[in-house]
């Protein structure tokens, strides 16, 4: 029902690209982190570049997600309201506390590899990591409560979607289980798959990636098996008009199966294929979240 | 009993004049190109002779299991001591969840006040003064009923005993305290 006696229809749309690209650089911070800290707690060889990377990825992806966040709503000013009024039964309530806590230890993770990493510095710079040299002890501890709350942010982005229970893409549980909705499972393995391809993307030069390389290429066949099943429970009008399009040659053909064939081929022969083959993991995460976003309220 | 404010809509008698459209907008100061309530055709669907078309008022629901209350971070959306879903403009930052919630379309922002608005059921303004709705009190072809539903004496609750009533969207478990009436139409 769009027009009738003359007046106009009303914009159905109430949430847009903005909140998309929130979800999906959530998504980038949360999957950026974990590959840092878990590298950090549980790898030998703990590869410097790759942990610097991936722990200053995510304050930065985290903090410009919020800023469009904040920019979204109608009142920006007023953000902090939703600090100091809380709604426990409010998915965005909760996450307001969850997000808070992940970006504080997502900074305080940050300065500790780049603190402990810095033995170049000069002046008040040098003062400053020599005063917090004591802390150094707690980057193990911050790694593993910040990996904790980094898989909590990325399932909120899903989760968030998923409480609009009269919402039926939205709120499509997982193989039918109550309390497991569909977006939670896969923004959290689109957004560990982003963020890692994120991370490899800025540590590109450096050795030993192949693991991670093949971690990455089990993310997107996690993720093309998750989507064919999010296609064949949730209505079929969900994939139509433009939508399609976005679908098949964004979230699929460009975020899952050129990157697979391309990196299944370039992992054993070419190094040089990193760029490229993570740039579009990433186009296509983002692309995802478009479609979850706009499908969900044009239908 | 408690009291349990309801609307009844005749859908028969709305002849879609858009009266309660603009008297609306009129008593509350809805601003340029938004709206509390409409009234939108359906139809026409037949062939000649047999055509038909019917309007239908619609705005909140005033769900008593209401989406919007339950999602909304800062209770800024909240049911007030009758039970109704009202906004306080006051705590609502604009996030616009409850409009991604509701699934009558009914809210919208504000452009002046920047805070999710809806229809209130002109409950400050009229119906704690003792007066009808505005969009009822105008209402042209008689279609609107407002009142108590839980006492027998008032107007909607005798129609609803007569009349077999639908709410809109039913599967969603909403509650809706707007009632349908669709006797006389053809769908
Ligand atoms: S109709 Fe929409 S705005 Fe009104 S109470 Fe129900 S969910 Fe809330
Ligand atoms: S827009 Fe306002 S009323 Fe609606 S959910 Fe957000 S804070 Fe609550
Ligand atoms: S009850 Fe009041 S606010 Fe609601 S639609 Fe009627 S006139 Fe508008």
Known sequence: MDIFWGIPSEEHIAWGGMIALYLFLAGIAGGGFLTASLTDLFSKERPTKLIKTGAYIAPVAIIFGLGLLVLDLSKPFFFWKLLININTNSVMSIGTYIISVFVSLAFVYAYLVWAESATTLTGIWAKLVQFSSRFFVLRKPVALLGAIFAICTTTYTGFLLSAITTNTLWSVPFLGLVGVPFLAVLFLVSGVSTGLAATLLGAAKSDGLKIYKKLDIAFIVMEMILLALLYLTVNPIYFNGSMATLFWIGVVGIGLVLPLVLSVYGLYKHSKWVAPVYGMVIVGGLCLRYFIVYSGQLF | ?187
């Open chain 2, 1 to 187: 009993m408690a009291k349990q404010y309801g609307m009844v809509i005749q859908v028969a008698k709305c002849i879609g004049c858009q009266a309660c459209t603009v008297a609306c907008k009129f008593q509350n100061e809805v601003p340029e190109g938004q709206y509390r309530t409409k009234s939108p055709v359906f139809g026409p669907i037949g062939t000649y002779p047999n055509v038909a078309m019917y309007f239908e008022k619609e705005a909140c629901q005033m769900c008593q299991k209401a989406p919007c209350v339950n999602v909304c971070p800062t209770k800024a959306s909240h049911y007030d001591e009758n039970g109704l879903v009202m906004i306080d403009p006051d705590k609502c930052v604009g996030c616009k969840y409850c409009l991604t919630a509701c699934p009558y379309d009914a809210r919208f922002i504000n452009a002046k006040t920047g805070a999710a608005d809806k229809c209130t059921f002109c409950f400050e303004e009229r119906v704690s003064k003792g007066l009808k709705p505005a969009c009822v009190s105008t209402c042209v072809g008689g279609s609107l009923s407002f009142g108590d539903v839980n006492d027998p004496n008032s107007d909607v609750a005798k129609i609803l005993t007569k009349s077999k009533s639908e709410f809109r969207k039913a599967e969603f478990g909403t509650h809706p305290s707007i009632y349908y009436i669709f006797d006389g139409v053809v769908r």
